[in-house]
Structures are given as structure tokens and as C-alpha cells.
């Protein structure tokens, strides 16, 4: 009997693939969200359990000192702001969970609790935030900041951050509302009380101005990758993404969450870890390979996007490297310092120019049939104990997304590795169901 596991896909708000000439209307045209729309759909249809939304707040210059690169190939800007758009997904959906990202260095808690709270009201209880740091000065000084605070400060601010949230979701009791024309009262005053939070970085008085939502808490998600991140994540997070190297990076980063979040006094369960994969299918192995050596064509192409990539999240500067060496073993990272570490390793001490230009963002390589691809799936989950994959393709295409939910998904399905159908009416309940 096959053990289930969950999909889901780490989603861009930015230009879905708009360099292979197929569907120019999306290349300008995505920015009314309904490229979007459709992708959610077939997901949702194909048996995801979530489409995550990623988010930054800035253009980033970082590499080479100029936006050029980040605009030429559209990395992570131009792109929407994941909050709402949520609101258009989850219309044109049923049950699909879906995960927005919000940073909590610059949203005001009591802005960020009143926007969740209303996302979860109009998705019905399916809404998720995906709770980051962000790791950018370029994105700092958006904000009247020099320079984005330091590593571990940063959680110490987001764990009171998540703390407030928390309060100001429970500040109003889940029977409050009346509705009662015969007393008059709408709204039970005793059941609506103030937080009076005063801590080191927040002092939030409270109560929330909206009503007490589906899931009552939002589902939260988190990619902490640092001793520092995992923490947090594992003290707060009902999800986590994360892409470690290969099948034991995988079993490693799952079993340490899990005894972090039992040392919380929580269940274990109730932490789901995602895998970050980019699946090559096609329909034979043939054809997926030819797939992916049209990919490693591309190797200048794709060592500028892995440039930019690495640059805005890391806010490291590569050029300044001399590309046909390996990472200097000396650099360090004030930004995504966990992921950081990953890929010096995923590098493998090759030179930099050739091991970003055959890169895939991913924990394990997966290239074949829907039949080969379910294969290493399953194995995998067998390996790590459970959970999921969290799908990326950067940029996405709508044949890519055909492959997956058309191609992969049906065959996943047939094996009973996927859910077929949603039980329950809130994201996490459906998160929680096996
Ligand atoms: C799959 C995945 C998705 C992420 N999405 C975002 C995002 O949308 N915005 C963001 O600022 N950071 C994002 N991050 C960065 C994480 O929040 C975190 O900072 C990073 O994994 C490094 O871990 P650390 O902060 O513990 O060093 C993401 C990380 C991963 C692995």
C-alpha cells in the first residue's frame, strides 16, 4: 500500500516563460492575473495541495552593481504583490490552500493580522503566510532603513512579530459575533478585548477590527534554513520549504525539525516539510532528457539567472568573483544564510560560471517519464519519512505545467501517492488529513 504525500508549487508573480516564442500574450499580458488564475486551476484539479506565492520588496542591483541582468531576465521583478492576488486565486478555486509571502521586517504586525484575517475569510479558510524575514538592504531601504537588520535580530523580531499576530487573531472570541435582531447586538463587546502588547520591537494595543476568521489562525509557513531560521519555523510554522542537497540533506533537515517542534510540546504531525523540485517530464525518458540538454544549452542564460538569483537573495555581489573558480571559501552572507551554505555544497567546488549555467534550483535531480519521475518521488519520501514536494520552475510555461499536472500528477494519482479530493474545508485541516 502506497504512503501518500502532498505537492505543491512555489509560485512567482512574475512573467511566466515569455522567451520561447509560444505564448507571447503572456509575456506582457500576465500582469491581470489570470495566467495565474489558470495555473491555480489545473493544480487544484490535478490534486496540489497549495500554490505558494513568493514575494520581495525591491529591484535588485545588487550584482554588478546595476539592474540590468535582474530586468533582462525578469528574476523577481517585475512581479505582483502576492497579498492581493490571493484574494482572485482563491475565487476561481475550490479547495486548493494558498500561501502568500509577507515579510515581517516591514509590514506592521497589526496590518499583516488584519490582511491575513480577510484573506481568510474570503478564500473560506484557506489561506496561508508564508512568514520570512526578507534578507535584502535594497529592500530595507524601501523602508526608511540603511541596511536590513542583522541575521539573528531579525527572527528575535519575527518570533514577537508572529506572537502579536497570534494575539490579535484571538482577539476576539470565536463567538462574538451575534447577528442577533431580537437583542440588537451584532457584536458581543465582552468577547472583543484588546492585546496590550509592549515588547522590545511591537507595542500593539489591539483587538483586530475583523470578525474571528475560518481557520481562525491562518496557516503559517516558514523556510528557515539557519539554526536561527529552524527555530523559529519549528516553534511557529504548520509548514516548511526548504531545499537541502540530496535524499539524506532531505531526512536530515525533516528529523531535526520534528524533534524541534516535539521539544516545543507540539506534534510532530503537524509540521509538514516540503522539498523544492524542479521535475523534468516528458513522455519517455527520451524525451524528458532532451528536455533538460535543451536546458543546459542555454548555460549562459542560465548562469546570469542563477547571478541575479544568488545576488538578490544573498545580496552578494558574485561578479566580482572571477567566474571560471570556484565560490571563495571565505565569503559570508548577512541574507539567506542556511541556503547559502547549501548551494556552496550543491556547487561541489566546480568553477562558478559552469555549475550556475547547469543549475537546477532543487533537493534531487528529477528527468524522465511520468512513470521514471513517480519512481524517484516515491523513493524519496521513503528515504525522508513523508510529507512532500514543492514544485518550482522559474519562469513557468503553460507546457510546463501541462507535464505536470497532464503528464506527472495522473500517474501519482493512479499509484495513490496524491489526494484525489479535499475532505475537509480549511487548508489546514487538509494539510493535517494524513
Ligand atoms: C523554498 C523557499 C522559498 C522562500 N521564499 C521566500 C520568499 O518568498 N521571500 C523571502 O524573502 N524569502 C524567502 N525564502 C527565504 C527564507 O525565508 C529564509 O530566509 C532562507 O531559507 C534562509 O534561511 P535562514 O533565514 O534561516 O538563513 C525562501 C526560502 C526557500 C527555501
Avoid at 523602508?143 to 499576530?165: K, L, N, S, T
Avoid at 520591537?201 to 474571528?212: A, C, Q
Avoid at 519555523?233 to 516535539?262: S, V
Avoid at 551554505?341 to 550543491?346: F, G, R, V
Amino acid at each position: 500500500m502506497a504512503t501518500p504525500f502532498r505537492l505543491g508549487w512555489f509560485g512567482n508573480l512574475t512573467a511566466p516563460e515569455w522567451r520561447d516564442g509560444w505564448s507571447t500574450d503572456d509575456a506582457t499580458g500576465w500582469t491581470d492575473g489570470r495566467f495565474h488564475v489558470e495555473m491555480v486551476q489545473a493544480m487544484e484539479r490535478a490534486g496540489f495541495d497549495f500554490m505558494m506565492l513568493e514575494d520581495s520588496l525591491m529591484v535588485s542591483d545588487i550584482y554588478a552593481g546595476t539592474a540590468e541582468l535582474e530586468l533582462k531576465h525578469a528574476v523577481y521583478a517585475p512581479k505582483l504583490d502576492p497579498v492581493p492576488v490571493i484574494s482572485m486565486l482563491a475565487y476561481a478555486t475550490e479547495h486548493i490552500g494558498i500561501v502568500g509571502t509577507a515579510s515581517t521586517t516591514f509590514y506592521p504586525p497589526y496590518l499583516l493580522a488584519r490582511a491575513f484575517s480577510t484573506l481568510d475569510h474570503v478564500t473560506r479558510g484557506r489561506v496561508g503566510w508564508n512568514a520570512v524575514t526578507s534578507s535584502e538592504d535594497r529592500a530595507a531601504q524601501n523602508f526608511g532603513m540603511e541596511r536590513i537588520p542583522e541575521h539573528d535580530r531579525r527572527y528575535d523580531m519575527a518570533g514577537e512579530f508572529v506572537d502579536v499576530v497570534r494575539k490579535l487573531w484571538a482577539s476576539w472570541a470565536p463567538d462574538a459575533i451575534l447577528a442577533d435582531a431580537t437583542t440588537g447586538y451584532y457584536a458581543d463587546h465582552t468577547k472583543v478585548a484588546p492585546i496590550h502588547h509592549d515588547g522590545e520591537f511591537f507595542t500593539v494595543r489591539g483587538p483586530l477590527n475583523t470578525p474571528p476568521s475560518p481557520q481562525g489562525r491562518p496557516v503559517i509557513c516558514q523556510a528557515g534554513a539557519s539554526p536561527k531560521g529552524r527555530a523559529f519555523a519549528a516553534a511557529n510554522a504548520d509548514m516548511l520549504l526548504t531545499i537541502p542537497n540530496g535524499l539524506d540533506g532531505m531526512k536530515e533537515y525533516r528529523d531535526d525539525i520534528r524533534a524541534r517542534a516535539a521539544a516545543h510540546g507540539r506534534d510532530p504531525d503537524d509540521v509538514k516539510v516540503f522539498f523544492v523540485v524542479e521535475p523534468v517530464v516528458g513522455r519517455t525518458d527520451e524525451e524528458a532528457r532532451a528536455k533538460h540538454e535543451d536546458y543546459l544549452a542555454h548555460a549562459q542564460r542560465n548562469y546570469e539567472f542563477q547571478m541575479v538569483n544568488f545576488a538578490a537573495t544573498m545580496e552578494i555581489d558574485f561578479s566580482v568573483f572571477d567566474p571560471d573558480l570556484p565560490i571563495p571559501d571565505d565569503v559570508t552572507t548577512n541574507g539567506h544564510q542556511g541556503q547559502f551554505a547549501i548551494w556552496k555544497e550543491a556547487f561541489g567546488g566546480r568553477p562558478i560560471r559552469e555549475a550556475a549555467g547547469a543549475m537546477r534550483i532543487g533537493s534531487i535531480e528529477l528527468i524522465g517519464s511520468p512513470a521514471t519521475v513517480a519512481d524517484r518521488m516515491e523513493e524519496a519520501m521513503e528515504h525522508v519519512g513523508g510529507d512532500g514536494f514543492m514544485f518550482l520552475s522559474q519562469p513557468p510555461s503553460r507546457s510546463y505545467i501541462a507535464d505536470i499536472t497532464e503528464g506527472l500528477c495522473p500517474e501519482l494519482a493512479r499509484r495513490g501517492l496524491i489526494r484525489t479530493g479535499f475532505r475537509h474545508a480549511t487548508f489546514r485541516e487538509n494539510l493535517r488529513s494524513f
